[in-house]
């Protein structure tokens, strides 16, 4: 997917969650269960949530961090965290799952491709109130990874998707300028457009 919906712990409280979730889902889109407050059960729960509103729209539906969850609510892929388990030793453990992880170099991007995964999220590549304090590193990032898909993180917008398109990204992630948009489905749509296909894939 060219588009990646990432919640947060405050966003995986929201009572209309599903609503929101159901609104930005479509092809093209993979939701993300992340919430790193959450332990088994409230995990378990906002997975199957969320994985239930990107499969009723035709969406992916991706856990962040936790391979049990993932594997018990049917997810499409884990994504893994800059600290968490090694990708080689998930690896064997998810066949058919898509496999991501969160890097924050492009020497990192470099060698978690090489370990195996499918995707890695980059950033932060603008300012963000989620990554206070990390150093924004730009899109000049991304001139050394062409052959990587490389997804973009970090003060993400729908306006800012063609800028990420025209520098050679695969696709963008948002967290709150997806969930927190004024009308989300209309944010996602128009991501997805500037991503240069409506329906996120080539």
Known sequence: PRLHAVTDDAIAKLPDLDQLARAIARPG??????????????????????????????????????VDVARAVGADGVHLPGRGLPIDAVRPLVPGLLLGCSVH?????????????DYVFLGPIWKTPTHMGRPVLGLKALRSLASIRVIVIGGVTPARCRECRNAGVWGVAAVSGLWHARDPSAAAAEMLVSLGNDRGFD
């Open 29 to 66: 889109v993979a939701l993300h269960a992340r919430a790193p407050a959450l332990e088994g059960r409230p995990h378990y729960e906002l997975a199957t949530l969320i994985t239930a509103a990107a499969h009723g729209r035709g969406a992916l539906a991706i856990v962040n961090d936790r």
């Open 105 to 117: 170099s492009p020497d990192d991007a470099r060698r978690a491709a090489d370990l195996g995964a």
